[in-house]
């Protein structure tokens, strides 16, 4: 690494409902351990409010041109569902003048990311698709939609949920069986929810947190 690519400028995200995974302060440990391991230098750091910010990011518009001024690269704390966001394509993923590292998926690349919004719009229309179906289905079964009895509402809701879990087990399983294939040595489920966030899996929710019943829920539906 060179003394230029030893300079860097943090993006942060602050998010409405913080999960542990995520918080603030987990994204800026994580960079701490970074920059401790890599010899790196924090010259800025920019903070994103993911309630606010609507359909731009001013955050990370400002965290760019930090960088393009002290010739620094960007170090993005979190990918969670920045997979999904055209807003983040238009404003980093296009400019190929900013060198960029993500803490939780250090081999992630422009084209990767790309790949991997152009998955995600796929994977929304398919579920769209199947939810539709499986709307469609209920109603032939008699069951009302929004019906006042709880019991009815959670049996549909319960029913397009499945519907949406086999349609995601369906979409991964290559790559499931790939990377499992890989690290034969992933025996428990937390060592195989490791793994899969190490291969930049996400969760049908696009997080990088695997939990042991996700990775149960998902191999069970696989095999």
């Known amino acids: 690494m060179t003394t230029q690519e030893r300079k860097f400028v943090a993006y942060f995200r602050q998010f409405g409902k913080v999960k542990a995974a995520n918080s603030l302060g987990t994204q800026k440990a994580k960079v701490t351990k970074f920059l401790e391991e890599n010899k790196g230098r924090l ?14 990011r001013p955050a990370l518009t400002a965290a760019i041109a930090a960088c393009k001024k002290n010739k620094a690269r960007l170090l993005i704390a979190s990918l969670d569902k920045l997979n999904r966001d055209m807003a983040f394509s238009q404003v980093l993923l296009d ?51 929004g019906s006042p009895r709880p019991e009815i509402g959670s049996e549909a809701g319960n029913k397009v949920n499945s519907a949406k879990a086999v349609s995601f087990a369906e979409r991964v399983a ?14 428990t489920l937390r060592e195989i929810g490791a793994v899969f966030v190490e291969n930049g899996l996400e969760t049908p929710r696009g997080n990088l947190e695997w939990s042991p019943t996700q990775v149960k829920n998902l191999l069970a539906r696989i095999k």
């Open 43 to 56: 010259i800025a750091e920019h903070t994103e409010n993911e309630v606010k910010f609507g359909k731009t």
């Open 95 to 145: 400019d190929k003048k900013v060198d960029f590292v993500c803490v939780e998926l250090q081999a992630a690349t422009r084209e990767m990311l790309k790949m991997r919004m152009v998955f995600a719009e796929w994977e929304a229309e398919k579920i769209g698709v199947r939810t539709s179906a499986a709307l469609q289905k209920l109603k032939k079964q008699g069951v009302k939609l």
């Open 174 to 187: 290559p790559t499931v069986r790939a990377i499992l294939k890989k690290n034969r040595n992933a025996y």
